[in-house]
């Protein structure tokens, strides 16, 4: 598995919890990193992104609440999420899109396995 995430579990309404995913192995660059989340029988959506410069978007049902972040130098992007809702329940995947190794060599994108969050009291 190269792109590994880990961190989710039960929590709380009104709780917090942080994902983390890293990409494993020798990369130039990532150009962007982000966090999806997926209901059973639901699209997966788009919850966080962030590109290699530091642009960052959220989705309006996060934004204020969560807080994405990456350290490029690990190869891993961070969730922090907090003051999390029943309506937070989700699989959430990481997703790596531009997988540079070297200027000729590169990989479109890649997922990470899913880690389950359950935000329930």
């Known amino acids: 598995v190269q792109l590994q995430a880990s961190g989710g579990g039960l929590v709380q309404p009104g709780g917090s919890l942080r994902l983390s995913c890293e990409y494993s192995g020798s990369t130039m660059r990532i150009n962007n990193m982000a966090w999806y989340r997926q209901e059973p029988g639901k699209q997966r959506d788009l919850v966080a992104s962030?590109?290699?410069?530091?642009?960052?978007s959220y989705a309006v049902s996060v934004k204020g609440r969560f807080t994405i972040s990456r350290d490029n130098a690990k190869n891993t992007v961070y969730l922090q999420m907090n003051n999390l809702k029943p309506e937070d329940t989700a699989v959430y995947y990481c997703?790596?899109?531009?997988?540079?190794?070297?200027?000729?060599?590169?990989?479109?994108?890649?997922w990470g396995q899913g880690t389950q969050v359950t935000v329930s009291s």
């Open positions: 997703k790596a899109e531009g997988i540079y190794f070297s200027e000729i060599s590169w990989l479109p994108y890649s």
């Open positions: 962030s590109t290699f410069a530091g642009t960052i």
